[in-house]
């Protein structure tokens, strides 16, 4: 069956989803009490109006990884060779 463009969004949404499922569920400040909390560094614990819970002090960002880097070495670059006059 070919592919669509309809059908490659719905996996990339589904692979979203799931790559966010699996980082939330292994973070290390999954259902610790306060006390817990306030002692991890890497920790923050979070009090609203409904509800308090202990949560990651730094976000994560979804990255690609691996991709083209070689449009950033220096072989061959204009940023290597001085000023052009």
Known sequence: MV???SMSK????RSARNSYARRV???ACRGITRNSCYRKKKCRFAKGKTRKFCRKAKNTKRRMK???TTHMSSKGSAMTHGTVH
């Open 66 to 68: 691996g991709g083209n």
């Open 25 to 27: 569920r292994k973070s």
């Open 10 to 13: 719905t996996l990339k949404r």
């Open 3 to 5: 592919q669509t463009r």
